[in-house]
């Protein structure tokens, strides 16, 4: 499950992650980012797994999604990651994106780390509906 937030003024998306992490909410965060980058171009992505219980993406498709290009197409984006297997994965995606010509994805462990990185704080973003 995920919650997308926006902060227009400096136009960072967040992408809040909770519970059961699987392949169909990486999935359903990419529509719904190809929607928000349609309607307001250029944005930067925080994507936090911090609230993540379990990861149910098989590697497989890790592997795949990560040699698929980014729709933050050329855009800065930061994956928080504070649980060990969580850090790994997401280091392995960032490797993926960067082999496969893409920006690769800044990894840290901390969500004010994030927001530090974007000049952002938790309180400049709104909700974005799912059906942005």
């Known amino acids: 499950m995920f919650v997308l937030s926006f902060d227009e003024?400096?136009?960072?998306v967040l992408a809040r992650f909770s519970g059961i992490v699987s392949s169909e909410d990486l999935e359903r965060?990419?529509?719904?980012?190809?929607t928000l980058v349609a309607r307001?171009?250029?944005?930067?992505?925080?994507?936090?797994f911090g609230a993540v219980e379990a990861n149910a993406v098989p590697?497989?498709?890790?592997?795949?999604?990560?040699?698929l290009p980014q729709i933050?197409?050329?855009?800065e984006r930061v994956i928080v990651?504070?649980?060990?297997?969580?850090?790994?994965?997401?280091?392995a995606y960032a490797v993926q994106q960067l082999d496969?010509?893409?920006m690769e994805p800044k990894v840290v462990r901390d969500l004010d780390d994030a927001y530090r990185l974007f000049g952002v704080a938790e309180a400049d973003f709104g909700p974005v509906p799912l059906s942005v």
């Open 72 to 75: 933050l197409l050329g855009q």
């Open 100 to 102: 496969f010509g893409n």
């Open 59 to 67: 590697l497989t498709f890790l592997v795949r999604y990560g040699r």
């Open 9 to 12: 003024q400096h136009r960072v």
């Open 29 to 34: 965060i990419d529509d719904a980012l190809a």
């Open 40 to 48: 307001e171009g250029f944005v930067r992505g925080i994507f936090d």
């Open 81 to 91: 990651a504070p649980q060990q297997e969580v850090y790994d994965l997401a280091c």
